[in-house]
């Protein structure tokens, strides 16, 4: 019983963790890319200096190790809940390939526009780099719905095994109780 509230609790954190990673990354698609991303290069200036303090690397770079830490989490304690499983592994999967992709293609592409600039690049090359930037972010956005959607599966999965690991076994002992006491009271 131990292990299981344990089990609960690491995919209720993990699912929560999920959810406001999308939610955040619907917020940067809808709210935030459209302002950096209009009139592009122009407006990298203004970008950055909005996110002088802090930007999308401070916060999403640490969330996604650790909805990554807690993924694994959560699958090592599901793993013995076939049911459960599979969810969990995919949606670790979905937010790994979300992770990779987004170091392999994305963090470039960041230097490109953010930090090198038009200091070292054509305006071409950075218009260009902008709207593959964009285009690319709808797989993120893909992956994390992804990733949200199987970890959300998974948790009812795992609330659905604790509920019939709960409660079916006692009502198949008390009808199996009342069955075996009609058939006694039947043959006396």
């Not at 209720?12 to 990673?21: E, K, S």
């Not at 690049?121 to 902008?130: A, G, I, P, W």
């Not at 992956?143 to 599966?153: D, P, Q, T, V, Y």
């Amino acid at each position: 019983m131990k292990l299981q509230r344990i089990t609960f609790a690491l995919l209720l954190i993990y699912l929560w963790v999920m959810v406001i990673l999308l939610g955040s990354l619907v917020l940067e698609t809808f709210m935030v890319y459209p302002n950096i991303f209009h009139n592009a290069p122009e407006r990298f200036g203004i970008a950055l200096q909005f996110m002088s303090v802090t930007g999308p690397a401070q916060y999403f770079r640490p969330f996604g190790m650790a909805s990554v830490v807690l993924g694994i989490a959560a699958v090592l304690a599901s793993w013995r809940i076939r049911s459960v499983r599979w969810w969990v592994v995919a949606s670790l999967l979905m937010i790994l390939c979300e992770g990779v992709f987004s170091m392999l293609y994305f963090w470039p592409r960041n230097t490109i526009l953010f930090v090198e600039g038009a200091a070292v690049h054509s305006v071409e090359v950075l218009r260009q780099t902008s709207l593959e930037f964009l285009f690319w972010h709808w797989s993120r956005l893909a992956f994390n719905a992804a990733s949200a959607a199987l970890i959300f599966i998974g948790f009812l999965r795992f609330y659905r095994y604790t509920i019939i690991d709960r409660f079916v076994p006692s009502i198949y002992e008390s009808e199996h109780r009342d069955t075996r006491a009609s058939s006694s009271a039947a043959e006396s």
